[in-house]
């Protein structure tokens, strides 16, 4: 099981350039979810999807979207990328209902925005 | 709105030490779940130790335990025997029972670091 993956591990980006980040998960989780992390900080949840077909807004959707391919895959998007969306984002994955329900989380991509 | 405070933003120890991270929350909830993930310099955000709230008892894996107070809202993580392997930033995590999206609240981190 390879886990959850990410592409790129890197990417710089010049200000009004589009991109998508990708995910991918092997372990049949329902739920997968886009944190970014800013130097110094903990994770903020951006967007996640609870089951396939479904995705919700997190704590700091603004200029991103998202799309839950399959069950296995879930996209984020920057249209216009801007510099305040330099940082680290990582995909994570789990399953819902339950009970603990622990998410596991991709590498990560590095992201500057120019 | 859940919270989750991390006051220690960096913390020492010798190695084969013990050391204690501090980790406080705020929610009206009665019924959840919390977890210590581990962050290394590969960026990998791995799962150290969770405990489920209606538990009692504190979790421990190996080295690592909790001292889970839930009067208080407290959730510290204790490494014992620190090996130079456990050097990383630690983040408490958040997330209600009644989260259908399972979705987690993250504290700021605690930058650990271990003395040879």
């Known amino acids: 099981n390879a886990g959850v993956t990410q592409t790129p591990k890197f990417q710089v980006l010049k200000t009004g350039q589009s991109m998508t980040l990708q995910c991918a998960q092997d372990?049949?989780?329902?739920?997968m979810y886009w944190y970014r992390q800013d130097p110094g900080m903990g994770l903020r949840l951006i967007y996640y999807s609870a089951s396939e077909g479904t995705t919700d807004k997190g704590e700091v959707p603004n200029g991103y979207n998202v799309s839950r391919l399959n069950k296995r895959e879930f996209s984020l998007r920057l249209e216009s990328a801007a510099p305040s969306q330099t940082s680290v984002y990582f995909c994570?994955?789990?399953?819902?209902?339950?009970?603990?329900?622990?998410?596991?989380f991709g590498p990560g991509t590095r992201l500057t925005v120019l | 709105a859940q919270t989750v405070t991390q006051s220690q933003p960096e913390m020492s120890v010798q190695e084969a030490e013990t050391v204690t991270l501090s980790c406080t929350y705020d929610?009206?909830?009665?019924?959840?779940?919390l977890f210590w993930y581990k962050q290394p310099p590969s960026r990998q955000m791995i799962l150290v130790i969770r405990q489920e709230a209606y538990k009692q008892q504190n979790a421990t894996e190996n080295r690592f335990s909790v001292n889970f107070q839930k009067a208080a809202k407290s959730f510290s993580l204790k490494i014992s025997d620190s090996q130079l392997g456990d050097a990383a930033m630690y983040f408490c995590?958040?997330?209600?029972?009644?989260?259908?999206?399972?979705?987690?609240?993250f504290g700021g981190g605690t930058r650990l670091m271990v003395k040879p």
């Open positions: 929610t009206s909830e009665s019924d959840y779940y």
């Open positions: 995590a958040y997330r209600s029972a009644n989260n259908a999206g399972n979705m987690l609240t």
């Open positions: 994570a994955s789990s399953v819902s209902g339950g009970t603990v329900n622990t998410q596991y």
């Open positions: 372990m049949n989780h329902n739920s």
